[in-house]
């Protein structure tokens, strides 16, 4: 069965350092994988995905299947990146069914 | 495009009732997904809908169930309600294709006394 980890709870930063978020999946086939975000009060949205190898408000993520890690890193944290993120794992291409890691609370400080 | 809409957003029941939560996908979205959220178990897969058909099943007992419409609305029942039921129930909804991305509801937060 997959799993997903993300060890750290709660993760604080300051404003302007470097900020990485970690993620390690178990998996036996070809994972798919998510970061999504939760800001205060809003809806939970998709951050983005691995297989698009893009960066979103300065976020990239990098799969890493011989350390089974997708770490979500940004070089210069800003405040308004507080937010719960979690790291999300969909068998094949089907996004329907994805299995979520714990999440992990980012606080960014002034 | 509107959201995903969830109704209601919150309910109290006591243990021993049942629950119905609906929820409305994006419009043009047929597949809808059912998480529930707690803050010890996460967020856990509960089941998938897909063209009225259950596509995928997380491993919940069989008092949670769910269905789809036509119009690709689901609903999920829970019955004989526990009081570790209590949970933020979460809808997504996802277009058809590849990598397609899930699009999250605000949730149903439901309270078993």
């Known amino acids: ?110 | 495009k509107a959201g995903v809409t969830q109704t209601p957003r919150y309910l109290i029941k006591t243990r021993g009732q049942q629950v119905t939560l609906s929820c409305s996908p994006i419009s043009g979205h047929r597949s809808v997904s059912w998480y529930q959220q707690t803050p010890g178990q996460g967020l856990q897969f509960l089941f998938e809908y897909f063209s009225e058909t259950q596509r995928n099943k997380g491993n919940f007992p069989g008092r949670f169930s769910g269905r789809q419409f036509s119009n690709s609305r689901s609903e999920m029942n829970v019955s004989t309600l526990e009081l570790g039921d209590s949970a933020l129930y979460l809808c997504a909804s996802s277009g058809d294709g590849t990598y397609n991305e899930q699009f999250f509801g605000p949730g149903t937060r439901l309270t078993v006394l």
């Open chain 1, 1 to 110: 069965a997959q799993r997903v980890t993300q060890p750290e709870k709660l993760l604080s930063v300051f404003k302007g350092a470097p900020v990485e978020l970690k993620c390690n999946y178990s998996y036996s086939g070809s994972p798919e994988l998510f970061w999504y975000v939760q800001y205060s009060r809003q809806r939970l949205q998709l951050l983005l995905r691995h297989i698009s190898r893009e960066s979103i408000k300065g976020f990239t993520a990098d799969l890493n299947k011989g350390e089974t890690s997708f770490h979500l890193k940004k070089p210069f944290a800003q405040e308004e990146d507080s937010a719960m993120y979690y790291c999300a794992l969909s068998e094949g291409t089907n996004a329907g069914k994805s299995t979520f890691g714990d999440g992990t609370t980012l606080t960014v400080k002034p």
